[in-house]
């Protein structure tokens, strides 16, 4: 599948709070395919960039350009924050919550969301209230909330931070399964485990900005910058 | 503690009984009170919801201007509505005064802003928990705003409550707009305070237990069909 949202094409773009720089100026092209995984220590702006991209932060200098344009592209697109967002609602109407806002019929609606409940292993819970889940049912709430509306890109800000081992496998194995179906992937991560099972493509950040971006086995194998090879390393880098 | 007894048992007797003139009086304080509820939700959850939300230049002065009107003295409110009603005044064309109508004008200026205050904060606090959410599924602004009341809706049922308590209880300004007019514009308040000056304490007494019968019975049914206390709901 090829999606008509790629290539993104980033042009300088920076987004500012209060005259501090978040992130950038960050220029790169993504095309439609794989895991791109956004590393970085902790305030380097992986969070800023995700927000960036995804058009919820303020772009305050540059361009970002998707091959068709705005309106359409932000429509195929999701975004998975590190906390889930619950609605104060029952999982099966916060799974179908994206499908209601897009006109779907309540019956097609509930119908979509009950496979989503069952592919992400919350089919026994759809009538409970979403915030008495455990975080990892949560996420996996969020996760199919994301993806219910078949988007073309789903943006994942560090989606497994705090949750166990199964948790996080789970999740992954259904990431893997998005990404089989070709959605793109944007994922941020301080787990260098999970971004060596996951990327495809990496950027390394620091101080807001790209510090190296390069296909994933190029990264872990051969980082090109002293900074990056010191962060695979596990020393702390500034 | 005899005249308490007495009015106990003068309030069972005018309920057990179905006193016509008792019934009439509740029915006419349900009537002006849910009437004034309706339109105050109108105006309250709306604007609670639009300060909750959206960014203004007088955002600040009208949160403060409807806090600092959660303490409006009724009888100002009464006076001041008399004024605008009376023959003199311009809406006195419309001969509203001593009218239902009037009485219900008075308990909605009372209202809206504490209606419209404790809606705001419960939607403010669900808004900035919503906020990163609801904009990255790029919803409208209507549909943001359906989504907060929706979900916001047991803590606004909490909002309509204080507003149904503070306008059945109501007095002042009623008495002034309203006129305590006999099978026209007497409701219970109303009577409670005639029957006081009457020195007819037992039937004043009476009065006043039915009238807190009467909203516990309101507030429980609400509650009940709001299903506020269910286990794991908001």
Redesign the interface.
């Known amino acids: 599948m090829v999606s008509a949202l790629f290539p993104l094409v980033v042009d300088g773009a920076v987004t500012r709070r209060r005259g501090k720089v978040l992130a950038g100026p960050v220029s790169l092209t993504l095309d439609g395919a794989g895991t791109a995984v956004v590393i970085g220590p902790n305030g380097s702006g992986k969070t800023s960039l995700l927000r960036l991209l995804?058009g919820?932060a303020r772009l305050n200098e540059g361009r970002i350009t998707w091959a068709c344009g705005l309106t359409e592209a932000?429509?195929r697109q999701?975004?998975v924050?590190q906390r889930p967002?619950m609605?104060?609602?029952t999982v099966l109407e916060n799974i179908l919550y994206?499908l209601r806002?897009r006109g779907v019929a309540a019956g097609e609606a509930r119908k979509e969301a009950l496979i989503w409940a069952k592919r992400v292993g919350l089919s026994d819970a759809v009538d409970?209230?979403a915030?008495?889940l455990s975080g990892g049912e949560q996420q996996k709430l969020a996760l199919a909330r994301a993806l219910i509306t078949a988007p073309d890109v789903v943006f994942l800000d560090e989606p497994c931070a705090s949750l166990d081992g199964r948790a996080t496998r789970e999740i992954e194995e259904l990431l893997c399964e998005v990404r089989a179906a070709g959605t793109r992937l944007i994922l941020a991560t301080h787990d260098m485990g999970q971004a060596r099972r996951l990327a495809d493509t990496v950027l390394f950040l620091l101080h807001g900005r790209i510090h190296e971006l390069a296909p994933a086995r190029a990264f872990f194998e051969r980082p090109q910058t002293a900074e990056a090879a010191a962060f695979l390393k596990g020393d702390i880098v500034e | 503690m005899a005249e308490l007894w007495n009015g106990l048992v003068q309030a069972f007797w005018l309920i057990v009984s179905v006193d016509a003139e008792l019934l009439e009086i509740a029915l006419r304080s349900l009537h002006v009170t849910l009437t004034a509820l309706v339109i105050a939700a109108m105006i309250a959850l709306p604007l609670a919801g639009v300060l909750a939300v959206r960014r203004f230049r007088w955002r600040r002065f009208v949160i403060a201007v409807l806090n600092a009107l959660m303490g409006l003295p009724p009888v100002v409110v009464g006076l001041i509505v008399y004024v605008i009603l009376s023959r003199s005044g311009p809406l006195g064309v419309f001969g509203l005064l001593f009218t239902p109508t009037a009485m219900i004008i008075a308990q909605v200026i009372i209202i809206v802003p504490l209606m419209a205050s404790i809606a705001h904060q419960s939607l403010r606090e669900?808004w900035q928990?919503?906020h990163?959410?609801l904009?990255?599924?790029?919803?409208t602004e209507g549909?943001k705003m359906r989504?907060l009341l929706w979900?916001?809706r047991r803590a606004l049922l909490t909002a309509a409550l204080a507003g149904f308590g503070r306008a059945i209880g109501e007095v002042g300004a009623i008495m002034i707009v309203g006129g305590n007019i006999d099978h026209a514009t007497r409701v219970l308040t109303t009577a409670i305070a005639l029957e006081t000056g009457r020195g007819d304490f037992a039937l004043a007494l009476a009065l006043g237990f039915v009238l807190i019968a009467l909203t516990v019975a309101i507030n429980m049914t609400i509650h009940w069909l709001g299903q506020t206390e269910r286990d794991?709901?908001?």
């Open positions: 995804h919820t932000r429509a999701s975004f924050f967002v609605l104060r609602r994206p806002l409970v209230p915030t008495v | 669900l928990e919503y990163d959410l904009i990255s599924m790029n919803v549909q989504t979900d916001a794991g709901r908001w």
